[in-house]
C-alpha cells in the first residue's frame, strides 16, 4: 500500500502535531509521509485581521488535499473555519489537550495582580476582550511568531506579560512557563482550542479507515458543539468569541458555555446549554442563539468594523 501522505504547516507545533498523528498510524501498521505546506499565515508578517484571518493557517493545506498531493491535513482546529469545504470531511479529533489559555509573566502570577496599566501581549481580539473586561487599565499590544519567538520577546522585556494557550506550551514540553493557567471564569479559550482536526478527502474510504482509531468521542463532540455556536453566530474566527464545551464521562452529558464580548471590553453577554453528546450541533445551536437574544451579533459587527 502506499504510503498516506500528511499534511502540516512547518511550524515547530504544526511539525510536533504532525508527527504525533504520524507516529500513531505508524503503530498501526501504516507507511506515512509527511509533507510541509507554507500558509498564508506563515509568510505575511502583519496582525492577522490585516490579511483576512479566516483560514490563513489552513486553506493552502486544504487545496493540497483537494488537489491529491496530501492525504490527511493535520489542523489546530481552533485555525480551522466552521463552514464546510465542499469534498473535504473532518475526519478525526483526537483527545484533547489542555484547552485552557496561560498567562505567563515575571510581573505577576494571575490577571488581577498585574501591575497598573501593564503591558500585554497578544494579537487575539477573544484574549484582548476578555482581560480588558477584568482589567480596563490593562494595554493591549499586538504581538506575532511562533511560541519560541514571542516567549523571547517577554523575557526580551517587550511586554508586562502575554497570553498562550496551554496546549501549546505542553505539546513542546514548555512546562515550566506554565505558572497560572487562567480560570474558564474568566476567560473561554477559542473554538476548538487544544484539539487537533483531522481532515481526509470525502470519498477517501482507506483514509477514513485509517483515521478512525484515532478519535476520541468526547473531544469530538465537545469540539463540534462549539463549533457549531460559532457557525450559527457567524463569529468568524477574529470575532471576540469564547467557548468551552466538555463530556461529563460518567453522566454522558455535553456542557457547551460561550461568551461574546465587546472589542473594548465594556459589554460581555454568556450563555450556555447542556445535553447528550450526540446532540453537540444542536446544543451549539442553542448557546448561539441565546447568545443572538443578547445581541451577540451587534457585539461582533461593531468588534469587525472598528478592527479592534
Ligand atoms: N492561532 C495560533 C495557534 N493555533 C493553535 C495554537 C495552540 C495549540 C492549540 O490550541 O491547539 C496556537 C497558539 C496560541 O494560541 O497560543
Not at 493557517?57 to 485555525?79: G, M, N, P, Y
Not at 497598573?116 to 494595554?139: C, F, N, P, V
Request: glycine residues 10%; charged residues 25%; aromatic residues 2%.
Amino acid at each position: 500500500m502506499p504510503a498516506i501522505r500528511i499534511g502540516t504547516r512547518g511550524s515547530q507545533l504544526a511539525q510536533w502535531q504532525a508527527n504525533w498523528v504520524a507516529d500513531q498510524l505508524r503503530a498501526n501498521g501504516a507507511a506515512v509521509e509527511i509533507i510541509h505546506i507554507a500558509t498564508q499565515g506563515d509568510v505575511t508578517q502583519g496582525p492577522l485581521d490585516s490579511i483576512g484571518g479566516r483560514g490563513v493557517f489552513t486553506t493552502e493545506i486544504q487545496a493540497a488535499l483537494l488537489d491529491h498531493r496530501i492525504d490527511v491535513a493535520v489542523h489546530s482546529l481552533k485555525d480551522l473555519p466552521t463552514e464546510a469545504v465542499a469534498g473535504l470531511q473532518l475526519a478525526a479529533v483526537p483527545a484533547r489537550e489542555a484547552d485552557g489559555d496561560v498567562l505567563i509573566s515575571p510581573k505577576a502570577s494571575d490577571v488581577m495582580s498585574l501591575p497598573h496599566e501593564a503591558i500585554i501581549g497578544t494579537g487575539s481580539m477573544r484574549r484582548k476582550a476578555q482581560l480588558l473586561h477584568l482589567r480596563r487599565d490593562l494595554q493591549i499590544r499586538d504581538i506575532r511568531g511562533n511560541l519560541d519567538t514571542r516567549l523571547r520577546k517577554l523575557d526580551d522585556g517587550h511586554y508586562d506579560a502575554i497570553i498562550l494557550a496551554e496546549a501549546g506550551l505542553r505539546r513542546l514540553e514548555l512546562f515550566e512557563r506554565i505558572r497560572h493557567v487562567i480560570p474558564k471564569s474568566q476567560m473561554l479559550p477559542a473554538v476548538g482550542q487544544g484539539a487537533l482536526g483531522l481532515e481526509i478527502r470525502q470519498n477517501d474510504q482507506i483514509a477514513k479507515d485509517l483515521l478512525a482509531p484515532l478519535n476520541h468521542a468526547s473531544s469530538y463532540y465537545s469540539v463540534l458543539a462549539e463549533r457549531s455556536m460559532l457557525r450559527n453566530l457567524r463569529g468568524g474566527c477574529l470575532a471576540p468569541v469564547g467557548a468551552w464545551g466538555r463530556v461529563d464521562a460518567d453522566k454522558q452529558l455535553l456542557t457547551l458555555e460561550g461568551v461574546v464580548v465587546s472589542g473594548d471590553g465594556h459589554h460581555k453577554i454568556s450563555a450556555s446549554a447542556c445535553g447528550p453528546p450526540n446532540r453537540a450541533e444542536d446544543i451549539g445551536r442553542q448557546v448561539a442563539d441565546q447568545l443572538a437574544i443578547q445581541g451577540a451579533e451587534r457585539l461582533i459587527a461593531f468588534a469587525r468594523a472598528t478592527g479592534n
